[in-house]
């Protein structure tokens, strides 16, 4: 399958409900080389060693050239990083990454308005027919967050990454135009936590 050696033009910055997804900087080296390292983020990234400062401003060319990457912000604080890259013209496919580096902004929603307001521009602005990404089988959070946003699992990988003395199987998932829409739906109209008070 032969991938386009180019993506498509990064936008400025994107405005989701709470936070907003401004391109990736040179300055922000110092936060995501924190973040990365950060034993939790490392772990479910699956990194396979330590990153150091050269390493990510290497990756931020390369994601650059690649893809469009971003940092997440809540107000002007950069609490995590989101992009976009492997972009297949021809199948109008690409892949999604994200994480929140902040350990205090786990929990809170942030990570679902990054991707929601991210994809929204995907299909939008890019013209894209489906987004797909993998992740940690025990990445449970992730997961539910992913699933919140429309993706549906594909494939289970089994055996891909060797953690703690055992193997972990990988997820592969994706999200067509039609199930963003019926997730960016029920979010909008609140639908979720009334099944959740319901049940």
């Not at 972009?87 to 929140?100: E, K, N, T, V």
């Not at 025990?138 to 703690?164: H, I, M």
């Amino acid at each position: 399958m032969i991938e386009s050696p180019t993506s498509p033009a990064a936008p400025g910055v994107i405005q989701g409900r709470r936070v907003r997804l401004r391109p990736v900087q040179d300055a922000d080296a110092p936060h995501i080389h924190r973040w990365m390292n950060h034993p939790e983020v490392w772990r479910y990234m699956d990194y396979e060693l330590p990153v150091s400062l050269a390493d990510v401003r290497e990756d931020i060319e390369r994601s650059r050239s690649e893809g469009q990457p971003f940092v997440i912000l809540l107000g002007e604080r950069p609490i995590g990083r989101i992009g976009l890259n492997r972009f297949r013209r021809r199948d109008r496919i690409c892949s999604l990454y994200m994480f929140i580096g902040e350990p205090d902004c786990w929990g809170r929603g942030h990570a679902r308005d990054a991707a929601m307001t991210l994809i929204g521009y995907a299909f939008d602005r890019v013209d894209l027919s489906r987004i797909e990404l993998w992740t940690l089988a025990d990445n449970t959070r992730a997961l539910g967050t992913y699933q919140k946003c429309g993706f549906v699992p594909e494939a289970t990988l089994p055996e891909r990454s060797f953690k703690e003395g055992r193997w972990v199987d990988h997820v592969v998932m994706s999200v067509t135009r039609e199930g963003f829409e019926r997730s960016l739906e029920a979010w909008n109209d609140g639908s979720e936590r009334r099944v959740r008070r319901e049940s």
